[in-house]
């Protein structure tokens, strides 16, 4: 099974993913159901050309997508990302810290 992680644009201003790649390769928080056999293929943000990027995902063979803690947290554009995700994969709505976030729930979708 390949993944990606999408993560917001803005906070890769000032962050290079330590924590997300972290609990990947420790298989945590929202990685801690996969085995060893899962390979992480995608780290992008959200801005540019996503139709670009999905297809390049397609292609590479991913079939689910995480969108970063920051994606949930901080922007705006989570719900409508998640849905465009949806029709291409399934989406687990955050990567690392807590499944749980008050202010917003964490979406869970699969591949229409
Ligand atoms: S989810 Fe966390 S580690 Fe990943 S890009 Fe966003 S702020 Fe950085």
């Known amino acids: ?3 990606g992680i999408i993560v917001r644009d803005e906070t890769m201003d000032a962050c290079t993913g330590k924590s997300c ?3 990947f390769y420790g298989r945590r928080d929202s990685f ?3 085995g060893a056999e899962v390979e992480l293929c ?3 943000t959200h801005n540019g050309d996503l139709q670009r990027k999905i297809d390049k995902m397609k292609e590479a063979g991913i079939t689910c997508i995480h ?3 920051c994606m949930r947290n901080e922007c705006p554009e989570y719900e409508e990302l ?3 995700l949806a029709q291409d994969f399934d989406v687990v709505g955050y990567s690392h810290g807590p499944q749980e976030y008050p202010a917003r729930p964490t979406i869970f979708l699969e591949k229409r």
């Open 67 to 69: 969108l970063g803690k």
């Open 82 to 84: 998640a849905r465009r």
């Open 1 to 3: 099974m390949r993944i």
């Open 21 to 23: 790649l972290d609990a």
């Open 32 to 34: 801690a159901e996969y």
């Open 42 to 44: 995608a780290f992008t």
